[in-house]
């Protein structure tokens, strides 16, 4: 089974090309998924507990945790330390499951997969990649997006720059909807054709 690491920075697009894997029938992990579970389950109580005042009616309130955490690289290695085991565990799980009932492809969604070592965990690395133009004008759409919120999130991201040339794939994201679905299908044709299982069970 090919385990393939899908990443990208803010704004590029990974989620929707993470969509596309999906309606194909490929089982696609979403780490964000995984920390948002962590977040309403178990970890809550950890979390409030490390920063007091983020939980709201049982579950991690996720812009009053960011406010506490953004800019500070402490309390940013707090967290981090609390939910990454979490998440890797979730991953795990994830794919032996997928293993286990047969799948040649999965993927492996991780917005921060080359700035936390995340490659060397996967097979190979997918990179969901804009125009920075393009980029910028989608977060700052985002409601509550702001300049500044944006270059510190910006401040945690490997610059894409960086992450195109680690990749194995580039999907680019900055046309039309439809080029970029026609580019993820003929990837998972290419991984079945090396495999040898069909497109809808990948």
């Known amino acids: 089974m ?14 929707t ?21 962590f977040y309403a389950g178990e970890g809550a109580k950890a979390i409030e507990a490390a920063f007091p005042g983020v ?20 309390a940013l290695r707090r967290l981090e330390g609390l939910v990454h085991p979490a998440v890797a565990q979730a991953r795990a799980q994830f794919v032996e499951q997928a293993a286990a009932s047969g799948r040649r492809l999965v993927i492996v969604d991780v917005p921060l997969l080359l700035e936390t070592g995340g490659e060397t965990r996967v097979d190979l690395v997918i990179v969901a990649s804009a125009p920075e ?15 500044t919120k944006l ?4 401040s945690r991201q490997m610059p894409d720059a960086d992450k195109r040339r ?23 044709r290419a991984i ?7 497109t809808r069970h990948a």
């Open 55 to 74: 939980m709201v009616s049982g579950h991690i309130d996720r812009e009053r945790l960011g406010a506490r955490v953004l800019g500070d690289a402490e």
């Open 192 to 198: 079945a054709a090396v495999t040898g299982s069909a």
């Open 17 to 37: 090309v993470a969509g596309m894997f999906a309606e194909l029938g490929v089982p696609t992990f979403d780490a964000d998924h995984a920390v948002r579970d």
């Open 2 to 15: 090919i385990v393939a690491g899908l990443t990208g920075s803010i704004g590029m697009g990974k989620s």
């Open 133 to 147: 133009s393009i980029q910028r004008a989608r977060v700052l759409a985002r409601t509550g997006m702001i300049e």
């Open 151 to 154: 270059e510190a999130i910006l």
């Open 166 to 188: 680690r990749a194995h794939f580039i999907i680019d994201t900055g046309g039309r909807l439809e080029t970029t679905r026609a580019v993820v299908g003929q990837f998972v």
